[in-house]
């Protein structure tokens, strides 16, 4: 990724990517732009799709963090509760 690009998805939001994407998608379906506009508009479309599409992916590293960090603690506790049951044992 370009210093502008990094630039860019720093600047919208997810949700302002995902807007101006649905109205760029919306003004290529209704037609009626120059071959010129048109090809600007997909253009810009790629771009948007691909900040979606970065902003989406780390979102899910954030939620599969989480998640391994919580069954990491799942693990350290069962681990745990297993010691303490074999020491029961013991005395």
Do not use: K, N
């Not at 997810?14 to 003004?27: D, M, N, P, S």
């Not at 771009?47 to 954030?62: N, Y």
Request: aromatic content about 4%.
């Amino acid at each position: 990724m370009t210093t502008d690009e990094s630039t860019l998805q720093s600047t919208l939001s997810y949700e302002q990517a995902r807007g101006e994407l649905v109205e760029v998608v919306q003004r290529l379906e209704a037609g009626g732009s120059t071959l010129e506009e048109s090809l600007a508009l997909w253009e810009r479309g790629e771009e948007l799709a691909r900040i979606c599409r970065e902003w989406l992916e780390g979102a899910r590293a954030r939620l599969d963090a989480v998640l391994e960090a919580e069954d990491g603690a799942e693990d350290g506790e069962d681990a745990e509760d297993e010691e303490d049951a074999e020491d029961g044992e013991d005395e």
